[in-house]
């Protein structure tokens, strides 16, 4: 190393090094300003080359339909150049901290034209098949590290005890067991962590896996009447017992985040419950990683929404929160955040705690050394090895809930000389409600939103537009 190589060298730059070295060295460089900026999660709409380099934001998230160009279709490498675009910005700050960009990539790259989707949760879960959301897993991970994105918010681990909650497709199952066993996607999507890696520290193998997120903590799936975000009204135990396991699954997967719930329990709202995001989930369950917020869940912490935002950020900051999506009031978010440590509100601990995480997840991620998009992946995006296994994941996820009235005479398998087969309803022939929810948009739409590819069976893999 030459005499310059030396003077440059920082131990946070340097691949080789500890992780924990390497926070140990970045931390202290850091002013209050790009603390906070690491702490922020902007909208890409609102992401300009000055406010992310001088701000040091952390990470930028796209909401369903927000893409490059501000259009729907756009293809994976369109994707690729926007996010590069914006690392580079991140890039030149002072201390040239990478951003995490993040997208809900919910059953497949949802959002990306020519991306593999696959069911739904509620569909994998009736396929009881563990290997089968790893691989799933494992091919999301792909198509979204194609596109130049880092970090996908999933997978959902709800337990969806009310069928009128309007989310319940995202939930794998009412049963507990099944959840659990189902949070296999979450090693699809990060990698296998080695046997001897520590308990509750995030873990992202390499550069053709993810950032992933189990969402949302805790409960959301419980709330009296199917609310949504609502109110579940349990006691600890029964929380703990029924909403709370799965992420034990997903903590020993070696998760990197976990995403707090809009929901309450008991009357308290998640966003600001100290007891379960402090108390427990990171002292108790020993979680290393990123708590980080929902979609402007600090804006729900006061009626009307949005307002007495300075209370907001500090409720959220202290009870335990890591990250936040803002997504777009960012100036006004560092302002009242850094207002707050200054005036003592929030104690510089609590913000080292959350940057120390923050940090821990980007060096697992390796986002220091490979910060760009890896475009030798852009060939996996909607590949027949990911149609196959989308295909396979449609088959084995069909549940036939009553075959006829007469046992003596089924209805299926249907009679083969029949000459015609009548299908009725509104989602007989419409690719739009086949897809689902978080399909191009976030709420999905009707109609002939998507291409699907058919086989002899008549059962396809399709992808948005």
Known sequence: MSQAEVLDYCVYKDPNAAVDARIKDLLPRMTLKEKVGQMTMIERRVGTHDAIKDLSIGGMVSTGGSGPFGKVKTESSDWADMVDR????????????????????????NS???????PHNVGLGATRDADLAQKIGEATALEVRAS????????????????????????????????????SIVTGLQGQPPPKHPKGYPFVAGRKNVIACAKHFVGDGGTDGGINEGNTILSYEELERIHMAPYLDCISRGVSTIMASYSSWNGRKLHADHFLLTEVLKDKLGFKGVVISDWRGLDRLSEPRGSNYRYCISSAINAGIDMVMVPYRYKLFVEDLTSLVESGEVQMARIDDAIERILRVKFAASVFEF????????????CKLHRDLAREAVRKSLVLLKNGKDLKNPFLPLDRNAKRILVAGTHANDLGYQ???WTADWKGSSGNIAIVIWHQSGVGGSFPQ
């Not at 990306?112 to 696959?118: K, L, P």
């Not at 909650?165 to 959840?179: L, P, Q």
């Not at 910060?371 to 909607?382: K, M, Y």
């Open 86 to 109: 914006f690392q580079k910005s991140a890039l030149d700050s002072r201390l040239g901290i990478p951003l995490i960009y993040g997208i809900d990539a919910i059953h497949g790259n």
């Open 112 to 118: 990306i034209y020519g991306a593999t989707i696959f």
């Open 148 to 183: 130049g994105i880092h970090y996908t918010f999933a997978p959902c681990v709800a337990v969806s005890r009310d069928p009128r909650w309007g989310r319940c497709y995202e939930s794998y199952s009412e049963d507990t067991v099944i959840v659990r066993k189902m949070t």
């Open 371 to 382: 910060p760009f998009a890896n475009r030798s992946l852009l060939d996996t995006v909607g």
């Open 435 to 437: 897809c689902g929810g």
